[in-house]
C-alpha cells in the first residue's frame, strides 16, 4: 500500500552505521529527515550525502535529526563515507542503514515486494525508486514526501525551506504561499474568521475573499 501525507512514518530496527536502530525510539520526541539511496558509490548520491552532512547543523537548529538509508550492507557505508569526504569535504557524521535486504526499501513502498531479498547483484538502475525524502514529525507522521530522479541531485535548502514552512503552520492556522522564505508573508487559513485574524495577527490584507495575507507570525 504507498505511503501518504500524514500516515504513520513505518517502523522498523535495522543496522546502521552507528548500530542497531529502532527508528520510532530514535525520533523520540522531535523531527526527522529520512533520505534514501538506490546504492553506494554512485556520483549524485555521494555529493548528496556530503551535502547533507555540511547542512546537518542547520536541520538540527530544527530540533531535526537525519538518518539516510542505502541499499547495501553497512561495511559498505563505512567505505563509502571516507570517498563522501574526499568529494564533498564533509564527514558523515549522521548514520546510515544499511538494506542489504531491501527490507526498509519495500516497508516505504520504494521497491516493489516482488524485489527479492538481496541487494546482492542489484545495479543502481534496478533500485531507481529508492531515491525519497521523507519528512516526519513528532507524532511520527509522515509530513512531506519527496521523490527524485537519479539524474537529478536533491536541493537539501529547499528541504529545509519545506520544514520551515511545515514547523510554522503546525503551530499558527496559517499557510505558505509559492516561494515563501522564512520573514515573507503568510496566508491566513480559511479556518480563521475575519475577526479572529484580527486578534490573531493584529492586521491583514485581503487580496481575495479567499486569499487574505499577513505577517508572519514569530514563534
Not at 47 to 57: D, F, Q, S, V
Not at 73 to 98: M, R
Not at 145 to 161: Q, W
Request: hydrophobic share 40%; glycine share 8%.
Amino acid at each position: 500500500m504507498s505511503l501518504r501525507i500524514n500516515d504513520v512514518a513505518p517502523d522498523f530496527t535495522a543496522d546502521t552505521t552507528q548500530g542497531e536502530l529502532h527508528f520510532h525510539d530514535w525520533i523520540g520526541d522531535g523531527w526527522a529527515v529520512l533520505f534514501s539511496h538506490p546504492k553506494n558509490f554512485t556520483p549524485v548520491c555521494t555529493t548528496e550525502l556530503g551535502t547533507m552532512a555540511g547542512l546537518e547543523g542547520e536541520f538540527r537548529k530544527r530540533g531535526v535529526k537525519v538518518i539516510g538509508i542505502s541499499v547495501d550492507p553497512v561495511e559498505s557505508h563505512a567505505k563509502w563515507k571516507a570517498d563522501i569526504k574526499t568529494a564533498t569535504g564533509f564527514e558523515v557524521d549522521y548514520p546510515l542503514i544499511g538494506d542489504k535486504d531491501l527490507n526498509v526499501a519495500k516497508l516505504y513502498d520504494m521497491l516493489p515486494a516482488g524485489a527479492g531479498n538481496s541487494s546482492e547483484g542489484r545495479t543502481p538502475a534496478d533500485n531507481a525508486t529508492v531515491r525519497s525524502v521523507y519528512v516526519i514529525g513528532p507524532d511520527k507522521k509522515i509530513k512531506l514526501i519527496l521523490t527524485y530522479p537519479m539524474t537529478t541531485g536533491r536541493n537539501f535548502n529547499e528541504i529545509l525551506r519545506a520544514i520551515d514552512s511545515i514547523q510554522l503552520t503546525a503551530k499558527h492556522q496559517v499557510a505558505t504561499p509559492a516561494n515563501w522564505q522564512q520573514g515573507d508573508d503568510v496566508i491566513i487559513t480559511a479556518a480563521v474568521s475575519n475577526e479572529d485574524a484580527i486578534t490573531r495577527f493584529g492586521s491583514f490584507d485581503t487580496v481575495l475573499p479567499y486569499l487574505r495575507k499577513t505577517k508572519q507570525p514569530s514563534a
